[in-house]
């Protein structure tokens, strides 16, 4: 249970650092009207579409060398 554990949060930090490194989140702060700041994270929902295209077709490439490769 603890290795399963540890795994999930593997994960989702790497995930997290992939998507900070990526563009995809942001961090963003600002102050509210009563003057306590705030921050949020930003999530470019564009980016990672983006960013999953170009894997996809970065992916069919790889694929279609291999295939090459073996005929």
Avoid: C
Wanted: hydrophobic share 50%.
């Amino acid at each position: 249970m603890k290795r399963l554990f540890l795994v999930l949060v593997l994960v989702v930090v790497g995930i997290t650092w992939l998507g900070f490194s990526r563009g995809w989140f942001a961090l963003v702060t600002g102050t509210a009207t009563d003057g306590n700041a705030t921050i949020g994270v930003k999530v470019d929902a564009d980016k990672i579409k983006d960013d999953e295209a170009k894997a996809k077709e970065k992916a069919k490439q790889v694929k279609d060398k291999v295939v090459e490769k073996v005929k």
